[in-house]
């Protein structure tokens, strides 16, 4: 199957992470944007990358994170990194670990790994900044 990263749905997953409704992104991106257009485009499987880029310098997220954000290979790897027996539902098993998980995820997706942290990192810079403007 090929799968297509829907460019629209990561933004919209990424901007209400950040508890931004699309009132203020539209603000944010000009006067020619209101939530209607933001709206519409949430729904678009892919955007300009100069429309990206934009969202990206407003969101401070990663042109990359909506470029290649899976959620549905994100589910599975999480789900393949452990085995439950069928005897755990009731109760005769213990959930069997892959020894190696973060390994095996790092060779597979080396690049999507660094852009989470990034992005991890990132968010952690805002956090800090949105603290600090709080306490002032």
Known sequence: MDYKIHQGRNVKRFREMLGIKQEALALDLGEDWNQKKISLLEQRETIENQLLEKISEVLKIPVEAFQNFDEEQAVNIISNTFNI??????GNSKPTFNINPIEEIKKLHEEK??????M???KDE??????KLLDK
Request: no cysteine; aromatic share 10%.
């Open 85 to 90: 027996d069928k005897d755990a539902y009731i």
């Open 126 to 131: 805002m956090m800090s900044r949105l603290e």
């Open 113 to 118: 790994i660094a852009l989470y942290e990034r």
């Open 120 to 122: 991890l990192k990132e």
